[in-house]
């Protein structure tokens, strides 16, 4: 008993530091000032159990909606995705999942998600699932996933009261095309 208590509450400690609405105004400003071109981002985390119908009695996990907003140049575009969080032996599991058939993969969020059945969601065959391990408070972790033969996407990140710290990078054929060499400064807003 005691055990799952525990389990329960690291997993509740690791949602409360995530949810929420977050954005680097505070870094972006300092990048801006400093001459540098890096983007503004909003996250928008919402955990979405309750719109997944019949999930198993047991269910541990919490399935969050991520939306997040990355605006470089004045351009400004959407990237959201669903996420599985779970509590392993050695840590929180992040497990991505395929955003439900029928939603617009450009305009998907909290609000807009309608109701799906549990058994229609589709864990994603290309991200490898990322492990946050707890130090003080500060939970850290990510994964290297190969998307394609030549693609390769890599996630690496921090959670902590102060805020959440995201470093993403995609390289084809060893050359980065997507990603920053500082990572992005999130501070709850």
């Not at 005691?2 to 409360?16: A, D, G, Q, V």
């Not at 680097?24 to 719109?51: L, R, S, W």
């Not at 992040?94 to 309608?114: Q, V």
Request: aromatic fraction near 14%; charge should be negative; proline fraction near 4%.
């Amino acid at each position: 008993m005691l055990n799952n208590k525990k389990k329960r509450s690291n997993l509740e400690m690791f949602m409360k530091l995530i949810t929420g609405y977050f954005n680097n105004k505070e870094q972006f400003e300092e990048m801006q000032k400093a001459g540098k071109i890096y983007p503004y981002a909003e996250h928008v985390n919402t955990v979405c159990n309750d719109k997944i119908k019949n999930l198993p009695v047991d269910f541990q996990g919490k399935f969050l909606v991520e939306e997040s907003y990355y605006e470089t140049n004045g351009k400004k575009h959407a990237s959201p995705h669903i996420f599985l969080f779970t509590e392993e032996k050695e840590g929180i599991l992040l497990s991505s999942y395929e955003i439900p058939a029928g939603a617009d993969k450009n305009t998907f969020t909290y609000d807009s998600m309608l109701p799906v059945e549990y058994s229609e969601l589709k864990k994603s065959e290309k991200f490898t699932p990322a492990l946050y391990v707890e130090n003080d408070g500060i939970w850290e972790g990510g994964s290297t996933s190969q998307f394609t033969p030549v693609m390769k996407f890599k996630l690496w990140e921090r959670f902590s009261e102060t805020g959440l710290e995201v470093a993403e990078s995609m390289e084809v054929n060893g050359k980065r095309t997507f990603g920053y060499d500082v990572p992005i400064l999130y501070k709850r807003a």
